[in-house]
């Protein structure tokens, strides 16, 4: 069984100031760890009282994991939606087709 010591993860904290302009460092040894490079986008939120702060890429990644879950194995969104786009579009098409047909009758009937 795991002791308490096992299950917590280790948190890495850093003191900073919050520059007149808005600014903040992030210390080099919380970059590293959270793999920030120079120029990278990131994304912050509040929850709770707290900032959080990810890279642009690792919420991608995490959000794709989080609906992942909710999609059975072997299941391809892009093809159910190109799928459903086909069958929508064959619909359209033979509705067209009968207008188009009712038109027809309609200008022969006019014609007779």
Do not use: C, W
Not at 44 to 50: I, L, Q, R, S
Not at 55 to 63: C, G, K, N, Q, V
Not at 67 to 81: F, M, N, R, T
Request: proline fraction near 4%.
């Amino acid at each position: 069984m795991a002791t308490l010591e096992q299950s917590v993860k280790p948190m890495r904290q850093a003191k900073t100031v919050l520059a007149a302009n808005g600014r903040i460092v992030i210390p080099v040894a919380i970059r590293e760890e959270l793999g920030f490079k120079p120029g990278e986008t990131l994304v912050m939120h509040v929850e709770d009282g707290a900032l959080h702060v990810e890279s642009y890429p690792a919420l991608i990644h995490r959000i794709q994991q989080e609906i992942a879950q909710y999609i059975p194995a072997g299941v391809s969104l892009a093809d159910e939606l190109i799928a459903e786009r086909r069958e929508e579009a064959r619909r359209e098409q033979e509705e067209a087709d009968r207008e188009m047909e009712r038109d027809r009758i309609r200008r022969e009937d006019n014609i007779a």
